[in-house]
């Protein structure tokens, strides 16, 4: 596997659901992202990680939960959603310590709550 | 608080044409900007980074520019061809911050 992975691709749920979206970066980097995107709305930060510790979370929901284990991997749990959280959610990561580093994305979960 | 805008939102032009979409953002304390290709339903491809000291990267039958003082950078596509057809993402990344702004898009059609 290179670059950056997520899975599943697709995920549909209830309301009262808990699941896991899970993503894997293959590129050695330090710094992992949540990123959002709904219909008709711009791509949105989530959360961001830098060598396993929350640097940034964007006033997101206590009903979505990141979970950060090690620089290569990151989890972000769902429980109780909401449909208006239908949305793709990509994770991204990037050589965190240099602020000109590039952020490299994955192809994106497909949520769907019903 | 930076905010990115791309104009226009849709383009539609016949292949071959050359073009160009427009991004522009409020804060010009900025670390880079990048530019990204986006397929229905998928995720983002990044074309090209431009460093905050840099006015301009090229790939291919890409050109983007950047004009910090100004808040804009240019994506230009030279003879476009219908697999060029995607949404097209600008984002800065701000002095102090490691997450991305995104615009809203340019949603691009190349017609054979």
């Known amino acids: 596997e290179t670059g950056v992975t997520q899975t599943p691709r697709h995920l549909v749920m209830g309301m009262t659901n808990k699941k896991s979206l899970k993503c894997e970066q293959h590129?050695?980097?330090?710094?992992m992202y949540w990123y959002k995107q709904s219909a008709k709305k711009p791509l949105e930060l989530m959360f961001v990680?830098?060598?396993?510790?929350?640097?940034e979370n964007n006033s997101v929901p206590s009903r979505f939960s990141p979970e950060c284990p090690n620089s290569s991997h990151l989890f972000l749990h769902l429980h109780t959603l909401q449909p208006e959280d239908s949305a793709l959610y990509l994770c991204?990561?990037?050589?965190?310590?240099?602020?000109?580093?590039?952020?490299?994305f994955g192809p994106g979960t497909r949520l769907t709550v019903l | 608080k930076q905010e990115v805008t791309q104009i226009p939102a849709a383009l539609s032009v016949p292949e071959g044409e050359n073009l160009v979409l427009n991004c522009s953002f409020t804060d010009s304390a900025i670390y880079n900007l990048q530019w990204f290709r986006q397929d229905p339903g998928k995720g983002l491809t990044s074309l090209l980074l431009?460093?905050?000291?840099?006015r301009e990267q090229t790939s291919g039958r890409l050109n983007a520019s950047l004009d910090k003082s100004s808040g804009r950078s240019t994506l230009y596509i030279a003879a476009s061809q219908p697999g060029d057809s995607a949404t097209y993402l600008c984002?800065?990344?701000?002095?102090?911050?490691?997450?991305?702004?995104f615009g809203s898009g340019t949603r691009l059609q190349v017609q054979p």
């Open positions: 431009i460093q905050s000291s840099q």
């Open positions: 990680y830098n060598f396993k510790e929350q640097t």
């Open positions: 590129l050695g980097h330090n710094a």
């Open positions: 991204a990561s990037s050589q965190g310590a240099s602020g000109e580093s590039e952020q490299f």
């Open positions: 984002a800065v990344r701000g002095a102090g911050r490691r997450a991305l702004t």
